[in-house]
């Protein structure tokens, strides 16, 4: 049982894991990325790095929302800005994988400051209709702009490479797609250990208080939404390199909301949350497939009959996590948490 | 040496025997596992239950004839819900668990996507619900097949068909601002311009747009005889239509595969009297003589199949003729060999799932024909012979 921690000094309360127990956890987990794609096969590996590339971008969105009070619906097509920019950088000049995640992270990061801009002006449901404009404004450019992204047939890139090495197959991308997460999910958690981090919880808080409290709103806002979209575009850049193929519709509306779902069924304002919520959205909906698989055996049509059950009942256990644990899968998490370290005495 | 070393040794020897006969046995006859990327949830969901039970009743059929040469058909679907992510999972997973010949796609984008990894494995032929003129180029995707005509394919037959009925006329092409719709509009322009029509009206319309007076507004300026729709399952087709009866047009109104369905059509209501378009295959309720597959399906399922059902189930026979024609050449079953099997399907009769017999060309079949609806008897009727593009 552990009663607490004892904190000595500010740089200890402010530390990203407190306990030698979390720091081994996390040691373990670090073995255990590494180790993964000598354990499983192709699938397993496939869906790991889709669950990390929707965590990159679903803590890009987090940052803007669940950290700044920002809502935004063009998660999606920032993506869609990052992907065309690797696959534009890597079919017409080669350049090194690593650059052109970087050029397309920075590419999204202007994008978003300019669909930024409204936020000074406009928040909550109005930002989230100017985003939408923002995102349809980009799809337009996507589908029209023949001679750069291909118009709406798209771009087929070639696959990155990694000293001569060509990253095709999913156990292969892992080794690009894990570190890259690993590291933009350390620099979101050590965000919040900074000034600007603070700052954007401050205006998600009260804005006008922040104001008071000598925070500039332009400033802040327009770099909370140049970080999300930098997370926006690197996750869209992974996934051209994932997919290889790249279309206007590639990236819908309909992924900005998975996103946003995401970071709610998560929980908003939490990194853990924004992790949790991407496995969750990624995942269950193969496990509820896998569930259906374990049928066809003795029940041959099950694949057709139980689709359309699966879909409800996917969107029932949103609602139901959403009813009984309105804080997210983070706090669900958290509690647990707690049960194990009050054990045996009750929470 | 003991009796009962010798009857344990004899025993052994026989069971060694007997496995190996047996695996020799299995060796030979393996299952041919055909993998599948369905939509049955999702916006193509429509479709996609119908593809499903196509490819469900022909592997059926195939096996109660005694499999592929012997070797029974094995389909094994995962829903996608229209996604491409969904679909490559799909495929990860079910290529990780089953030795796969055969694999149905249920999108151009994840044709696309899948198609170099399917190259590189090497070991099947990649099929589905996307009839894309891009990928009817054996060089660029020399392990794909297309089941039925190409998008431009389809507009080719159409305009053969108008260039027929009325030589010169003036044909408007409508289609969505998508991969799909834009699709056979190069090749659509090329093909008029051969047959000494004049396609100079091209609108093109936002993906879900409703509203579609102005583009109505242009068809009445340029008075076409024909109208072709691509790129749409249902709407805005009828808006169109009823907006331009209701400006006195006589223009003929066209659509091509998916916009096909007997019963999607019939939802149109009225405005559907007259509406013509191409469908490579023979409707469900087709009196064909001489059709027992046709029969077959009909004694199977009591009720209407959709276009998407013939889709699936033609996508199986084809690929089930393919992988005979590879068995009986005495080659590995593996992309290259199955892909050649198609080659060489020639004038194969479909037992009345095509009225005529079809021939494979590049990696797709360029037939189909043209119908228009019936309002009285709530049917698609033929309105020409079968239409091969050569």
């Known amino acids: 049982m552990r009663i607490g921690t004892a904190k000595e000094n500010y740089t200890a309360d402010e530390a990203l894991f407190d306990t030698n127990i979390q720091r081994g956890w996390m ?44 809502v935004s619906l063009g998660q999606a097509a920032f993506m869609g800005v990052g992907a065309y920019t690797v696959a534009i950088m890597e079919i017409n000049l080669g350049t090194p994988f690593l650059l052109n995640l970087l050029i397309a992270g920075s590419g999204a990061a202007l994008v978003g400051i300019v669909v930024g801009l409204p936020s000074l002006r406009v928040k909550g449901l109005y930002l989230a209709i100017a985003t939408i404009a923002a995102s349809v404004i980009l799809h337009f450019i996507f589908a029209n702009w023949t001679s750069m992204t291909g118009g709406v047939s798209g771009l087929s890139m070639p696959p990155a490479s990694l000293f001569g090495l060509e990253l095709v197959q999913p156990d292969q991308v892992y080794w690009i797609i894990m570190p ?26 009260r804005d006008i208080s922040a104001e008071v409290l000598g925070i500039r709103l332009l400033r802040f806002k327009l770099l909370s939404f140049a970080i999300s979209s930098f997370y926006a575009g690197v996750a869209g850049g992974l996934w051209a390199y994932f997919f290889r193929v790249i279309t206007p519709e590639s990236f819908p509306l309909l992924m900005s909301i998975f996103f946003l779902a995401a970071i709610i069924v998560g929980g908003m304002g939490s990194i853990l949350g924004g992790i949790l919520g991407a496995t969750f959205m990624t995942m269950v909906p193969e496990i509820l ?22 879909v409800v009942v996917f969107g029932a256990l949103i609602i139901f996590f959403l009813i009984f644990e309105p804080d997210g899968l983070a706090e669900i998490w958290r509690n647990i948490r707690r049960f194990f370290h009050l054990w045996p005495f009750k929470t | 040496m003991s009796i009962f070393k010798i009857a344990k040794q004899v025993t052994g020897a026989l069971l060694a025997a007997g496995l190996l006969s047996g695996a020799a046995h299995a060796e030979d006859k393996k299952d041919i596992v055909l993998g599948g990327s369905i939509p049955m949830t999702g916006v193509f969901a429509f479709a996609g239950v119908g593809i499903h039970a ?3 009743d022909a592997t059926k059929i195939i096996n109660d004839n005694g499999g592929i040469e012997g070797h029974k058909l094995v389909y094994v679907p995962e829903d996608t819900a229209y996604k491409v992510d969904a679909s490559v999972a799909a495929f990860n997973k079910i290529t ?17 996507t899948i198609s170099p990894e399917v190259d590189r494995l090497g070991k099947m032929v990649l099929t589905g619900a996307s009839f894309a003129s891009e990928l009817n180029d054996t060089k660029k995707f020399p392990n794909i097949f297309i089941p039925g005509p190409t998008y431009t394919d389809m507009i080719g037959i159409l305009l053969n068909h108008i260039a027929k009925e009325k030589p010169g006329a003036k044909v408007g092409l409508v289609h969505s601002e998508t991969e799909f719709g834009r699709d056979p509009v190069e090749g659509a322009k090329a093909t008029a311009k051969e047959l000494g029509l004049d396609m100079s009206l091209i609108i093109s319309t936002a993906p879900g747009g409703v509203d579609v007076s102005t583009e109505v507004l242009k068809i009445r300026r340029a008075r076409p005889d024909f109208v072709i729709f691509h790129g749409y399952v249902l709407a805005p087709i009828p808006e169109f239509i009823s907006q331009a009866r209701a400006m006195g047009l006589k223009t003929k109104f066209m659509g091509t595969f998916w916009s096909m369905d007997n019963s999607m ?40 199949q959709s276009n998407a059902y013939m889709q699936g189930f033609f996508s199986t026979m084809m690929l089930s003729e393919a992988v005979r024609n590879t068995i009986k050449a005495g080659k590995e079953l593996n992309g290259p060999n199955i892909h050649a099997g198609l080659q060489q399907i020639k004038d194969f009769d479909t037992g009345g799932i095509i009225g005529v017999p079809v021939s494979v060309k590049g990696n797709s079949v360029p037939i189909g024909r043209v119908y228009q609806y019936d309002l009285s008897k709530k049917q698609m009727v033929p309105a020409s012979d079968w239409i091969r593009l050569d």
């Open chain 1, 27 to 70: 040691i373990a987990l670090m073995i255990a990325l590494f180790a993964l794609p000598f354990m499983t096969g192709q699938y397993a590996i496939y869906l790991v790095c889709l669950v990390m590339i929707n965590i990159v971008s679903t803590t890009g969105l987090n940052i803007l929302t669940g950290f700044t009070g920002l």
């Open chain 1, 289 to 310: 497939k896998m569930m259906v698989g374990v049928l066809s055996p003795i029940w041959p049509d099950a694949v057709a009959v139980m689709s359309p059950v699966r």
């Open chain 2, 265 to 304: 059509v019939g939802k149109m209501g009225d405005v559907a009297d007259g509406f013509m378009g191409v469908m490579p295959y023979n409707y469900y309720y087709s009196e064909q003589a001489n059709a027992p597959m046709l029969d077959k399906i009909r004694s199977m399922r009591d009720t209407y």
């Open chain 2, 96 to 112: 990780s668990q089953h030795d796969v010949n055969l694999y149905y796609g249920d999108s151009t984008a994840f044709s696309k």
């Open chain 1, 180 to 205: 890259i997460t690993v590291l933009m999910l350390f620099g979101a958690a050590n965000l919040f250990r900074t000034r600007i981090g603070r700052a954007f919880i401050a205006i998600r808080d």
């Open chain 2, 54 to 56: 196509g490819i469900t």
